[in-house]
């Protein structure tokens, strides 16, 4: 059992990657969707916008659900539902019929992120949650670092049913892996109304779900029409934009490296200070070099450093501030997550129908300058460790 659960947080990172591939495969992927489905690239981008909706619905609502079910029973499962759907998207024929087989894919895929985190403090002493979380976590940065980057090739050269037939096959292999090394028996903290009106009651709480809100609003305007504003600012093709994807996952894979290293030693507050200083300085280069594709390439490197660690330390942080409470604090900040990704992917589509290309830089930046202070705001009273 020893080594079974020493190779268990490695399985449950590698979910992390198909889940995030799952979420984020529109993204690097539009022009492709909107010339394929015979739809706009803002209409396309609303896979990613209702995609968002239904994860932020779904996330406190299964976690309440769920909660009484053994961990990896529920994670296999999850997984499960993942590979169906992914090669369900791959016969769509028309974008109403992906719409639907995507509603239904996050629908059951928003229970993975938050069920992972919370089982990683199941599996690991205290004084190592906070690294195994933020490594757990690193799995959404592989699938920015090696998926979007993939995804952008693979529909340029093979069509977007190619990139959902391998995502699938991808989730098969997690499900296997989970299925071998997740030890059974794993039980959550049953989730019940009392659990949600103790966090309503909790000021720290809020402002950290507040913080994740603001700050995916302010990305998600950029990041969901990344592919299409490279591409109408600099000019640049889909293996200039490939890169830029690329560079900003394998940057996310170092900050959640070295937020997993140092959170425990520097504390998560400062660790996620540091990172949320990062991911604006990121944010301020796009808007500042927008039509440059070289200084935009080098400020999405920067903002990736931030995105993925700054997520994770969330989820330390929220651990942290109330352990009892951890699965249903960590299942809603993933809603709040997604509802940041709603609001910023409606408001880049608003702006990308309009034309108003330069401006969602600094509309992104204004949202990540709000998180910031927020964090301020949220800094322990009692000396940082």
Not at 14 to 25: D, H
Not at 244 to 261: D, E, N, P
Not at 317 to 338: C, F, G, H, I, K
Request: include cysteine; hydrophobic fraction near 55%; glycine fraction near 10%.
């Amino acid at each position: 059992m020893r080594g079974v659960k020493s190779f268990a947080p490695t399985s449950l990172m590698l979910g992390n990657v198909v889940t995030g591939c799952s979420v984020l495969a529109p993204a690097g992927m539009l022009v492709e969707l909107a010339s394929g489905l015979d739809v706009s690239i803002r209409t396309a981008g609303l896979l990613v916008t209702f995609g968002a909706i239904v994860l932020c619905i779904g996330s406190p609502l299964t976690a309440w659900l769920t909660s009484r079910i053994d961990r990896r029973i529920l994670l296999t499962a999850t997984i499960g539902a993942l590979a169906v759907t992914n090669f369900a998207s791959a016969f769509a024929s028309d974008y109403a019929s992906l719409m639907a087989i995507r509603l239904v894919m996050l629908g059951i895929g928003v229970l993975y992120t938050p069920q992972a985190a919370g089982t990683a403090a199941l599996i690991v002493p205290e004084e190592k949650r906070g690294g195994t979380i933020a490594y757990i976590f690193l799995g959404w940065s592989l699938a920015a670092a090696v998926g979007l980057p993939a995804i952008t090739f693979i529909a340029s050269r093979h069509g977007w049913q190619a990139v959902y037939a391998v995502i699938g096959a991808m989730s098969c292999f997690s499900l296997l892996l989970l299925a071998w090394r997740l030890p059974r028996g794993l039980m959550g903290a049953p989730v019940d109304l009392k659990t949600w009106a103790a966090i309503g009651r909790n000021p720290m709480i809020l402002l950290l779900l507040l913080i994740t809100t603001l700050q995916m609003s302010g990305q998600f305007v950029v990041f969901t029409y990344m592919g299409p504003l490279l591409a109408r600012l600099t000019g640049a093709g889909p293996d200039p934009i490939a890169l830029v994807f690329a560079a900003y996952g394998v940057c996310g894979v170092i900050g959640t490296a070295v937020a997993s290293r140092i959170v425990d030693s520097w504390g998560a507050w400062k660790t996620s200070m540091l990172f949320m200083s990062v991911l604006l300085t990121g944010l301020c280069g796009w808007a500042l070099s927008a039509g440059i594709y070289p200084l935009m390439a080098v400020s999405v490197a920067i903002w990736g450093i931030g995105f993925a660690s700054t997520n994770s330390m969330q989820q330390v942080r929220l651990v942290d501030a109330a352990p009892a409470l951890a699965s249903a604090s960590v299942s809603l900040n993933t809603s709040v997550l997604y509802v940041g990704q709603a609001i910023g992917s409606a408001i880049g589509g608003f702006l990308y129908a309009r034309d108003l290309l330069y401006a969602s830089g600094y509309v992104a930046t204004a949202f990540v300058v709000m998180a910031v202070t927020t964090v301020i705001l949220t800094r322990p009273k009692k000396a940082i460790r």
